[in-house]
């Protein structure tokens, strides 16, 4: 059940361990970027638990003491006060969700919200509700389901202990009720629904393959995708780039579909543009395998832009996410262009100088940039149209004066350098993809035989 946002201010406290694998500057990213997303769901985090440990308690996540002090935290205890002074929740604020920065078993879970007397979410759930909460389309929709019906079908019978005997609804985990026999029931129902989804999804894929073959047909294969970490920036330069109105918000995984737009101004060979979901740490393996179709889109094209916060102090962290993302669904050998946006963001203008020059340096193919300034966004143009025009040839087109009507397609096709005439008919000369003007002469001698 999704979780309302809009009635009251919703508390949350934040609670991870650090293992002896992850450093303080990691660990302390992840947290910030736990805090993100409780903010895109709606959540105040007013606190934050940490535990340093050699590996996750296995009944309940956190140590026994640090489960206590969350306790006394979230029940407002007064002796909390002597117990730990530094953080208190003075404002006797009702905590409403305790937000786990790891996926947990459902045991773990259980135990925890047991014993906190909260509701626990783990980071898993946390970004699942996300996606629920932003699919628009019926694919994404369809894909977020399986995700989240395939992460809770091993919780449910955890829902049901916890709900106890008179088996009433507990919110959050989405368990049914009490019983074995009710829990098997909801199991068999959560099989039945994903296949009957992934039915779905085969079906509109195959609508979206055909949709996306005529599309190539018709405008030849000039295709960008625009990759990267959630919140990078890509709707943003797709919107630049194409002159389209595509969601752009300040909040994570705004983008769950794939949309598709012509570089704007029209270019020669035309570029289809399209913009994807955003990839996260730790992305949860049920979201990867239900965005794998959205994504086949970045495997198709021909050039990737993999856009990077530049601003963010975690870009190099999101930066290798994204990559292995794209080693994980076999994109890594299409070309890319690394895009270091929000360079306007970076500090003050000292600060910019520096960063930009040693990001330079680090990345000399790469291109420093803010989508939000028009020129930067016109270079980037330029390069994309650049990398598809390597491919194009140079040649000469004659059209007689009787076939006149297909003069209109050289112009649509073709980037025209020169036209001059004769008796005969007229000649252009033209840059084009070869396959186009290849086709362009079939048309003219077949309109030359009628
Ligand atoms: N200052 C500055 N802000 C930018 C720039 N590019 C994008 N933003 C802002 O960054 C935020 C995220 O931008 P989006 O374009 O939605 O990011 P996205 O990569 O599409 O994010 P998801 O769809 O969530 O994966 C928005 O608030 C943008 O206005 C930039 O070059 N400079
Ligand atoms: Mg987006």
New binding site residues.
């Given amino acids: 059940m999704p979780i309302e946002v809009k009635e009251k201010p919703k508390y949350a406290i934040v609670a991870a361990v650090q293992l002896p694998s992850v450093n303080d500057v990691e660990f302390e990213a992840s947290l910030t970027e736990l805090r993100e997303l409780a903010k895109t769901l709606g959540y105040k985090v007013v606190s934050t638990f940490v535990q340093k440990r050699s590996s996750f308690d296995t009944t309940a996540y956190l140590g026994v003491g640090k489960r206590q002090e969350i306790r006394s935290f979230v029940h407002n205890d007064s002796g909390y006060i002597e117990y730990a002074e530094s953080v208190v929740n003075s404002d006797n604020r009702e905590i409403d969700v305790i937000l786990v920065d790891h996926e947990i078993s459902p045991s773990q879970a259980r135990n925890l919200e047991n014993e906190v007397g909260c509701e626990v979410m783990d980071r898993t759930m946390v970004i699942l509700e996300i996606f629920h909460r932003n699919a628009r389309s019926r694919a994404a929709r369809a894909q977020v389901e399986i995700a989240r019906l395939g992460y809770m079908a091993p919780r449910l019978r955890e829902a049901a202990k916890l709900a106890g005997p008179q088996g009433r609804q507990r919110s959050g985990v989405g368990g049914r009720g009490g019983g074995e026999s009710h829990t098997e029931l909801d199991r068999r129902k959560i099989r039945d629904r994903i296949a009957e989804l992934q039915q779905e999804i085969v079906a509109m894929e195959a609508e979206r393959k055909t949709q996306r073959a005529r599309r190539q047909e018709r405008q030849g294969l000039a295709t960008v995708a625009l990759v990267?970490?959630?919140?990078?920036?890509?709707?943003?330069?797709?919107r630049a780039l194409t002159g389209s109105e595509v969601?752009?918000?300040?909040?994570?995984?705004?983008?769950l579909d794939t949309t598709v737009r012509t570089l704007y101004p029209e270019s020669v060979p035309r570029v289809l543009v399209s913009?994807t979901?955003?990839f996260i740490k730790n992305l949860p393996h049920g979201l990867v395998a239900s965005f794998k179709s959205t994504l086949d889109e970045a495997l198709d094209a021909s050039l990737l832009l993999h856009?990077i916060?530049a601003?963010d102090p975690g870009f190099e962290r999101q930066l290798e996410v994204t990559n292995q993302v794209l080693v994980e669904i076999g994109a890594d050998e299409v070309p890319r262009i690394r895009i270091f946006?929000?360079?306007?963001?970076v500090g003050d203008a000292a600060m910019q100088v520096e960063h930009e020059s040693a990001l330079r340096e680090k990345y000399p193919d790469g291109v420093v940039?803010?989508?939000?300034?028009p020129e930067d966004v016109a270079q980037l143009r330029q390069q994309i149209v650049a990398f598809f025009q390597q491919d194009l040839v140079e040649t000469e087109l004659f059209l007689p004066w009787t076939a006149q009507q297909l003069r209109g397609g050289i112009y649509a096709n073709c980037q025209v350098l020169e036209e001059r005439a004769d008796d005969e008919g007229a000649f252009f000369r033209v840059r084009g993809e070869a396959e186009t003007i290849n086709k362009l002469r079939e048309q003219f001698s077949r309109v030359r035989e009628v």
């Fill in positions: 990267g970490y959630t919140n990078a920036g890509k709707s943003t330069l797709m969601l752009v918000a300040n909040k994570l995984f705004a983008t913009d979901v955003g856009v916060d601003s946006n929000k360079i306007d963001h940039m803010s989508a939000i300034q």
